[in-house]
């Protein structure tokens, strides 16, 4: 992604006009997803996997909120589980000040409407056999939203707002090329007008080139439409691109929250470190010395004690595997890691 690399950081819209500190929109507090293991005939005894772990961050009106980490960290079950498709087993999730985690399921189905996804695969979010137009109009038909002409007439303003034309609408999903059909994902996702959008992975199935002409696109929408969202992702030079607020995921957990600009020119944390290290740079102040994290991500089912990223932590000390840091206030950003413990 050096194309993006050095791009400026995201703002949002307000902030960027000098307006009141945007409204917060949602609000995750102490999410928790934990899945029941074993029980079966060869299994040894019975467990349970933290895949998100006492997640907590608040996303404003009219911005991005990037979630970042390693695959399999947690932060796409995160994503899900905001929007119920995953359901929380703890924690809340405040939507405009409702609990989505245990909203009924009527009200639920309300509340979707100005909630939409956007996954990695718009295939998955695509039935091969619909055309376009179908695909588009089906959200509103479910949801009785507009009459039946406005609903056409919806499906073809976002068509071509999405950068496509009128007669796509009339073809079937495997006509398009990856980057179109992510296009399509889009006009569908907008169908019924949403403020927030879950973007799980959006442009990590795509080429570099094709990657920044659709998150081009994700912030042109978000001026437009006054969107707000929740951008998940594995790679930060995208996210730094997007996102005005970032949480660094790791194992289930946040290990460090803030504003872009804040974790971009001094990242606290070491995996925030580390990640960044990873990032190529085209300007020689941009550049960080590269650093390797040993070994993979650890399995969630065993997860180290302590600091969860204590097994591959380059300055762990012994109290990081006695002890799990807690989230703390440092410089402009939250970060949980002993090395900023008080004396
Ligand atoms: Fe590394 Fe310890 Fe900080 Fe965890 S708490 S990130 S192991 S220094």
Redesign the pocket.
């Known amino acids: 992604m050096s194309a993006i690399a050095d791009a400026p950081l995201g703002a949002a819209e307000a902030a960027a006009a000098g307006s009141a500190e945007p409204e917060t929109l949602l609000s995750v507090k102490d999410l928790r997803v934990t899945y029941k293991l074993g029980g079966g005939l060869f299994s040894r005894g019975r467990g349970e996997v933290k895949a998100v772990d006492g997640v907590s961050f608040e996303v404003r009106k009219g911005t991005t909120f990037g979630l970042v980490g390693e695959s399999g960290c947690g932060k796409s079950t995160t994503g899900r589980a905001i929007i119920n498709l995953t359901p929380p087993t703890g924690g809340e999730v405040l939507f405009r000040g409702e609990d989505l985690a245990t909203v009924k399921s009527a009200r639920m189905r309300e509340l979707r409407r100005s909630i939409q996804m956007v996954f990695q695969d718009p295939y998955s979010s695509l039935n091969p056999r619909m055309r376009v137009i179908d695909s588009i109009v089906e959200p509103m038909d479910i949801h009785r939203y507009l009459t039946k002409e406005q609903r056409f007439e919806r499906a073809l303003s976002l068509i071509e707002r999405v950068g496509l034309r009128a007669d796509h609408l009339y073809r079937f999903p495997h006509e398009f090329s990856g980057g179109q059909r992510q296009r399509i994902g889009l006009a569908r996702a907008l169908a019924l007008d949403p403020e927030l959008i879950i973007a799980d992975e959006p442009v990590s199935a795509l080429d570099v080139s094709v990657q920044a002409q659709v998150l081009n696109l994700l912030k042109s929408l978000q001026v437009e439409f006054g969107l707000t969202y929740v951008f998940i992702s594995h790679d930060m030079s995208v996210v730094r691109y997007l996102a005005d607020d970032i949480g660094v995921m790791y194992l289930g957990k946040i290990?460090e929250t803030g504003s872009s600009e804040a974790i971009f020119s001094n990242p606290k944390?070491?995996?925030t470190q580390a990640l960044l290290s990873a990032v190529p740079s085209t300007t020689p102040e941009g550049r960080r010395e590269r650093i390797i994290l040993s070994g993979d991500l650890p399995s969630p089912k065993n997860p180290p004690s302590?600091?969860?990223?204590?097994?591959?932590?380059?300055?762990?000390?012994p109290?990081?595997?006695q002890r799990?840091?807690l989230l703390q206030r440092v410089g402009g950003q939250n970060?949980?890691?002993?090395?900023?413990d008080e004396e």
């Open positions: 290990v944390h070491p995996y302590g600091c969860v990223f204590s097994s591959r932590c380059p300055v762990a000390m109290i990081c595997s799990a840091p970060v949980a890691c002993h090395l900023y």
